[in-house]
């Protein structure tokens, strides 16, 4: 993609930036070294209105005369807990917390968008909204941000976002309609037993034995129960439980992950795990419970945006058509109460190579310009004087 010569002037910015908030990773909503750096940037391309949101969220908006809509952008601000093995200048400062979802990145992206609107605002002719979200590694952060406020006053009519993609080709968009990531439910289950010595297993009930019975049982719920044709994947990354080799276990708790991509399908596999742990507590006795700690729905593009999307290309040699990914974003959050477009950005073939969350994960600043010139293109087709 040709890049403006408005972008371009902002390539040494652009580098600082990232490495900047590279540096100060925070997790969750717990993001005060980060609220304050964006806010410092942000007040510097005086917003008509600019808001804390859901702890440390930001919310800058840009109002333009005899506006007609409002359109959003977003980009989500925390970091993950990983120790950066990352031998570069700018590695995180902040022990066993480090960006290595791209989160720096699609900050800086929305930055250098906020730097163009305060040089260009007699060209828009429509309110714009930015969004700095946190909590979107598992915090549900989206849900909360929307709950205060972010898509009222202005009330957005439309809304966009991104997150740079390792198996897309570098400075390259992946692209497609309908669904494009996985609704996603992650839950903790409970087993309570009965605690007794090992030698006496008859007076108690062991809930490693239940729990081991779970495990094998609720597998076989996507390689039995769902049409081979239809995407589920459900895994069990945690398990905990017991305090002595000698001692029956009077609990266990896992957790784990549920995705897939229709509303039906999920409600099926969700009444059969609960049917399935009803079942397991009367035949043994232990006392099982499953509680839900996150839930995001799947996100999926409208076949019209997608199209109006093209139109802002070079060519269609800019993008890539990308099959569905059961990675989750909860960018779905906003596509639930708006109309909204979420694309990949590449970085394959860049520096780093590594898969997100990878504790080496790195990518070329240089994609980040592209990301903001795709941004700036759909504000002008949006709403340009």
């Not at 031998?87 to 400062?93: A, G, I, P, V, Y």
């Not at 490693?208 to 994947?233: G, W």
Request: net charge negative.
């Amino acid at each position: 993609m040709q890049l403006s010569r408005e972008m371009l002037n902002m390539k040494d910015e652009c580098t600082k930036i990232r490495r900047d908030l590279h540096r100060i990773p925070e997790i969750g909503f717990e993001l005060h070294k980060t609220h304050e750096y964006v806010e410092s940037l942000l007040l510097k391309c005086a917003p008509d209105k600019l808001e804390t949101l859901a702890e440390t969220g930001l919310k800058a908006v840009f109002y333009a005369d005899n506006a007609d809509k409002t359109i959003a952008f977003r980009a989500d601000m925390d970091g993950m807990r990983n120790h950066e093995e990352n031998k570069l200048r700018f590695r995180s400062r902040n022990r066993g917390v480090m960006h290595g979802c791209g989160h720096d990145g699609h900050m800086t992206i929305l930055l250098l968008l906020a730097k163009w609107i305060s040089h260009n605002r007699d060209k828009l002719s429509c309110n714009v909204v930015l969004i700095f979200q946190p909590g979107e590694e598992g915090w549900a952060g989206a849900r909360r941000m929307i709950n205060e406020g972010a898509l009222k006053n202005p009330e957005v009519d439309r809304i966009y976002g991104l997150h740079l993609w390792p198996t897309v080709p570098k400075g390259k968009i992946g692209i497609r309609w309908d669904n494009l990531m996985a609704q996603t439910t992650d839950f903790e289950i409970k087993v309570r037993g009965k605690s007794a010595h090992a030698s006496t297993p008859q007076m108690g009930v062991d809930a490693i034995v239940v729990a081991a019975e779970l495990i094998t049982m609720i597998q076989s719920i996507i390689t039995r129960d769902v049409d081979p044709h239809q995407d589920a994947l459900l895994t069990l990354g945690k398990i905990q439980g017991g305090t002595s080799h000698n001692v029956i276990a009077d609990e266990v708790a896992m957790s784990g992950t549920l995705r897939v991509f229709s509303n039906e399908l999920f409600d099926k596999l969700m009444r059969q795990i609960h049917a399935l742990l009803q079942g397991l507590e009367l035949a043994t006795g232990a006392n099982i419970t499953m509680e839900t700690i996150v839930h995001y729905p799947f996100v999926a593009n409208p076949r019209s945006l997608v199209e109006k999307f093209y139109t802002v290309l070079d060519s269609m040699d800019d993008t890539v058509l990308v099959e569905p990914v059961m990675a989750a974003e909860d960018f779905a959050e906003y596509q639930q109460e708006v109309e909204g477009l979420f694309m990949f950005l590449g970085i394959n073939g860049g520096r780093g190579g590594e898969p997100l969350h990878s504790s080496k994960f790195d990518f070329d600043e240089d994609v980040l310009l592209i990301g903001a010139e795709v941004f700036k293109r759909i504000l002008e087709g949006e709403c340009h004087a």
